[in-house]
């Protein structure tokens, strides 16, 4: 095994844990203020048009990006005016916003359909990003360098910020947040927001550099891997980094154990890998007392002030 | 409210073009209406595009004398008996089901509609008013197979399947014994990914082979992800379903193309003058069924012409890759020298050629 292939088995690793790792990243905050959205499918595939669309017609991939940002936070503020002004349910909500996600994107891609944009490259010069080993460090798009620059923001911001503080008690306990006079429903529409934005950029990452195309549905149920990790990581960002590339490697494994004849496990076992990983975690988490890992307390309930 | 969509155009484009050719004898009769229901959306740019492009080829040509209806996105499960009801009550008389796991549905639902007729894709039951019709890629495959044997490099090739189902078998193994046959040292590596589509897994998929030493790798999944990346490494691939070699001008060196739009206006001809009998149809190459698109102009006039002599071999009637002998992986001969595999054989077959390196 040469350092060459080690490199090489890296470099597939990386590309297929960032969209998750960003997606993952957006609802961690989302669910830290208290709300669940289950709508990532739907919101990643709303940014993967707008992210490919705009750097078509335009030719500028930063653009791109952008647009497929705000889309993303679009779709997110749909779903907050639904689940936080109008109180309805927030996982039916959520998954209504997946579904809406991928008619959307069908409509809007149906003129897109059969072309091809030039792939966003890495963010350094060629001789650093195409050397044979610095390029571990540097061959990457830009959407690598954020998402780890993300979540790492996040996790500081959430545990060592005032403004984490009160994002993160907005999630454990409304009522007392409220009482005290924090704008509880104004937190959380920007956390759904921010959310819906990073979920945005992590569909524009499948788009523009992962397969620089446009196809209905290309996400292909990264969204939903990507709420599970969230759960996976016990609500913490340290974890969710570790997590997301656990998950990465067990993919990158599976490809190369079926390449190299040695399937290990049937092929069915390794698609439910990831699922079961999740479950088995999750009975762990749960079946511990403490602090540690436990879901944000008013995870997924209506805020209700004098209630 | 009316919504004139660039669709209704093309339909009253193309039955303003037939009226001169309909004439005194045929203006009294009614249009024939044709149902279609898809596993896919019709943007999916592979399976589903293909029955669509179809579709429109059968508008085109038949113009008035047919009127056509679709539902995409159709699932294999119960869900598709109403659907198939519908059409039929809605006046349809011919109607295509066009993936495998419409089968029973089909067959409840032709019951209930005998003077209706169904034809379905890829099946294998068949009734007094259903047929079916598949299409035989695996000569396409054993062009492509032959291609590949020539330009790779390393004698590693690489094989990206969906499902280990007779389809994709029988595809790997085409391909593989064609890649043999004009280099006996090629080895396959074959990695199935429990997907049609999803291009981030082909992408990774693919991005695997070539870490392997895989350099021409063709793909049995729907998305042109995989040829995207192969431009990027510098390796090379083949289309699949369609011509994708605007993804990839330098790494696209053919693609195998499916062409139902003569099945559909044959059938629906056969259901107008009344000669349609329920059949299973299974075309090729010869029949037009099949198309190995242009190839791409750097690939050197002898791969070429290898290339030529399979599709003239399979026009001719004088090729069949499955010729034996052929071993199995564990060496086994499963065909005798100078016997073949029959359509019978491979609609079933579960078994991989001695050469391929699946897990």
Known sequence: MTLTFIIDVLVTIIGITTPILLAASGELVVEKSGVINLGVEGMMLV???????????????????????????????????????????????????????????????????????????SPFPPALANESFWRIIFGHSPFVYFAIILVLAIGWFINKTRAGLVL????????????????????????????????????????????????????????????????????????????????????ALELYAKASGHAIFPSQFWAAMPYLIAVIVLALISSRDGKDGKAPACLGKPFIPNG | ??????????????????????????????????????????????????????????????????????????????????????????????????????????????K??????????????????????????????????????????????????????????????????????????????????????????????????????????????????????????GVFGFGQGADMSKFAPKAHLTAIEDIWGPHYIARAKAAIDGSWKSEDSWDGIKEGAVKVSAYNASLPQDVQDAANKIIEGYKAGSYDVFTGPIYDQAGTLKVKAGEKLGLGDLATIDWYVKGIQSA
């Open chain 1, 47 to 121: 940014g993967t048009i707008a992210g490919f669309a705009v750097t078509f017609e335009t030719g500028n991939p930063w653009l791109g990006i952008l647009v497929a940002m705000l889309a993303g936070a679009g779709a997110a503020t749909i779903f907050a005016v639904l689940v936080l002004s109008l109180g309805a349910n927030q996982v039916a909500t959520g998954l209504a916003l997946t579904i809406f996600g991928i008619g959307l994107s069908s409509l809007i891609g149906s003129n897109y359909v059969g072309i091809a944009i030039d792939p966003v490259e």
């Open chain 1, 168 to 251: 993160r008690a907005v999630g454990e306990n409304d009522l007392s947040a409220h009482s005290i006079g924090y704008p509880v429903i104004a937190i959380r529409y920007a956390a759904v927001a921010f959310g819906g934005a990073i979920a945005g950029i992590a569909g524009a990452d499948f788009s523009m550099v992962i397969s620089p195309l446009w196809a209905e549905q290309m996400t292909a149920g990264r969204g939903w891997i990507a709420l599970a990790l969230v759960v996976f990581a016990g609500w913490r960002a340290g974890r969710l980094l570790a997590g997301a590339y656990f998950f990465g490697v067990l993919m």
């Open chain 2, 112 to 233: 209930e509609f005998p003077d209706v007729k169904f034809e379905h894709c890829t099946g294998f039951k068949r009734a007094a008013n259903v047929s079916t019709y598949n299409s035989r890629f695996h000569e396409g495959r054993a062009v492509t197979g032959t291609i590949a044997g020539k330009v790779s490099k390393s004698g590693v090739i690489g094989y990206l399947g969906s499902f280990k189902i007779p389809e994709v078998v029988m595809g790997v193994n085409a391909f593989t014994l064609a890649a043999q046959a004009v280099n006996p040292k090629i080895q396959t590596k074959l990695v199935m990914i429990d997907s049609w589509f999803d291009p981030a897994k082909e992408t990774a998929a693919t991005e695997t082979l070539a870490n392997l030493g895989a350099d021409v790798i063709a793909t049995h999944t729907d998305s042109p992800a995989p040829l995207q990346y192969a431009q990027k490494k």
């Open chain 2, 1 to 110: 409210m009316t919504k004139f969509t660039r669709r209704d155009f093309i339909k009253a484009v193309s039955a303003a073009s037939a009226l001169p050719l309909i004439g005194a004898s045929a203006q009294a009769a009614e249009p024939l209406k044709v149902g279609f229901i898809f596993l896919g959306p019709v943007g999916d740019y592979g399976w589903t595009w293909a029955h669509n492009k179809g579709r429109l080829e059968l508008e085109a040509a038949l113009g008035g004398a047919v009127k056509t209806t679709y539902v995409e996105n159709v699932k294999e499960d119960a869900s598709a008996v109403p659907i198939l009801r519908d059409l039929a009550r809605q006046g349809n008389k011919l109607i295509f089901a066009t993936s495998f796991g419409y089968m029973d549905q089909v067959l409840e639902v032709a």
